[in-house]
């Protein structure tokens, strides 16, 4: 009888692990889609929320740490059930700095909101929209254990890569042919970056997601498309 109790108690303190992460993970895609719109929008105000909202992802990533650590030092478990422990703090570090990116983003979008920007921002909305994608695929294949959607999701961080390269390239030309939109060009490729490193961690999880399904990282080298490192504009 006091076995059963102990697995049974053992069972709830996973499923309590696996609702912090995935609770996590939805605060993290509820927080980008808000500072996206708050970019969009030009709203302080909703930047602002964003801003202030982060500390509950940190709450949430200090009760995971506790609760692992606990299980690590009483349970002393194996096999999947010590892989899935694994996995829930580097995953939970990943989804915490996901919320940081979200507000840099609203950093960026309260400034952002009292400059006459006007660049050209279709690239950067679909970064955000497909980093978006990625965070609500992500959290999905977490939650149901789904390692093929896992890799699909990391399979998409490549295009994020490039897209950024493009988009750091489309605003240093506009910003020689456009000096007074410097600074807000400045703020906004900053907005990119974060958008990219957001996506970044989110192939990151995809990857520990892999190795508690199936006990082994990806192979394969992750596709990498970032090559903003090396761009040169050449005015005409």
């Not at 919320?99 to 660049?119: H, I, N």
């Not at 990625?134 to 959607?149: F, L, N, S, T």
């Not at 490729?189 to 970044?200: H, M, P, Q, Y």
């Amino acid at each position: 009888m006091t076995g059963g109790h102990t697995v049974a108690a053992f069972d709830a303190e996973l499923a309590r692990l696996h609702l912090i992460i995935v609770t996590m993970g939805r605060r993290v895609e509820e927080q980008f889609t808000a500072a996206l719109e708050a970019i969009a929008e030009r709203n302080a105000g909703k930047a602002t929320r964003v801003i202030e909202a982060d500390a509950e992802i940190d709450r949430l990533e200090l009760e995971l740490e506790a609760l692992s650590v606990r299980l690590l030092a009483l349970r002393q478990p194996m096999a999947k059930d010590l892989r899935d422990i694994v996995s829930a703090l580097k995953i939970a570090s990943n989804l915490e700095r996901m919320g940081d990116f979200a507000s840099s983003v609203a950093k960026r979008a309260v400034t952002l909101a009292d400059l006459p920007v006007e660049p050209p921002v279709a690239s950067l909305a679909w970064m955000g929209e497909t980093v978006l994608g990625m965070i609500r695929d992500v959290v999905a294949a977490y939650d149901e254990q789904d390692a093929e959607r896992a890799m699909a999701v990391r399979n998409r961080d490549g295009q994020v890569d490039a897209a950024y390269t493009s988009l750091f390239r489309e605003f240093l030309t506009y910003m020689m042919e456009a000096p007074a939109q410097i600074t807000g060009c400045t703020h906004l490729l900053f907005v990119a970056k974060s958008i990219e490193r957001a996506g970044d961690h989110a192939t990151n999880v995809a990857e520990n997601i892999c190795y508690s399904v199936q006990g082994r990282l990806p192979s394969e080298e992750r596709t990498k498309g970032d090559f903003s490192s090396f761009a040169v504009v050449e005015k005409d």
